[in-house]
C-alpha cells in the first residue's frame, strides 16, 4: 500500500524546479493541488537574494492567486498529460466528454473550463488535461476555425478594414470580425481573448 501511495506521487510529480525555472506555462505542484504560472516577474532583493513574484492558476479550481517565491525555494513540477476527448454537450454546469479510447463518460464543471466552453464543438475532438487518473480541464488550440452561422450585412460604402461587426460562430459565441465576412465563411479566432485572426 505504502509503495503504490509513492508511486501515484512519482506519477503525478515531475522533477524538481528551482525558481529559476518558474516561467509562464511552467506547471508546478504548490500544496498539493497542480499550477500554471500565468505570469512572473525576477527581483533582486540585496543581500537577500532572488525573488520571483509569480501569478498562479490552480488547475484544479480555477483560482488564481499571487505567491512571492524565495531563491532557495524547491518546487515540484506537476506531470501532467493530456488525452484526445469527443465534447459530447454542455448542460447547466458541466462538459460532458467521451474518452477516445475507453469510451468512458466524464464531466468537467463549467466553472473550471470559464470562457473557454464558447469554443467547444459538438462531436468533435478535444485535448483534455490530465493530473494523474484527474481530468482537470479542457486546453484549447490557440487558434480555431470556426463556421459562421450568422453574420448581418455589410453597410454599403463601409468597406475600411477597420471597421468590424459581431458574427455568431458554430458554437454560439459572438465574434467581431471584419465586414466583408458572411454567413457560411469560416474564420480562425485567437482562443486566448477571442479576436479574429483571418479568413480559413
Not at 506531470?79 to 466524464?106: G, H, I, P, R, W
Not at 464531466?107 to 459538438?122: M, R
Not at 467581431?176 to 479576436?195: L, Y
Request: charged share 25%; net charge neutral.
Amino acid at each position: 500500500m505504502f509503495v503504490s501511495c509513492i508511486l501515484h506521487l512519482v506519477k503525478q510529480w515531475g522533477s524538481m524546479l528551482s525558481i529559476t525555472d518558474l516561467k509562464t506555462g511552467t506547471k508546478l505542484v504548490y500544496e498539493g493541488d497542480p499550477y500554471i504560472v500565468l505570469s512572473y516577474y525576477h527581483s533582486k532583493m540585496g543581500r537577500g537574494g532572488a525573488v520571483v513574484k509569480t501569478k498562479l492558476k490552480n488547475l484544479r479550481t480555477g483560482a488564481t492567486i499571487d505567491k512571492t517565491f524565495q531563491g532557495a525555494d524547491k518546487l515540484d513540477e506537476a506531470n501532467l498529460s493530456k488525452k484526445t476527448a469527443v465534447f459530447l454537450y454542455a448542460d447547466a454546469q458541466d462538459a460532458n466528454f467521451m474518452d477516445n479510447e475507453t469510451y468512458d463518460q466524464f464531466t468537467i464543471p463549467l466553472s473550471k473550463i470559464g470562457a473557454d466552453k464558447q469554443y467547444l464543438i459538438e462531436n468533435a475532438n478535444a485535448d483534455i488535461l490530465y493530473y494523474g487518473d484527474e481530468a482537470l480541464n479542457v486546453e484549447l488550440p490557440i487558434k480555431m476555425t470556426f463556421k459562421v452561422v450568422s453574420a448581418p450585412p455589410a453597410v454599403k460604402g463601409n468597406t475600411a478594414s477597420s471597421v468590424v461587426k459581431k458574427v455568431e460562430i458554430e458554437t454560439g459565441a459572438n465574434i467581431n470580425a471584419p465586414v466583408f465576412i458572411k454567413e457560411g465563411d469560416k474564420i480562425v479566432v485567437d482562443t486566448r481573448d477571442g479576436s479574429y485572426v483571418e479568413r480559413a
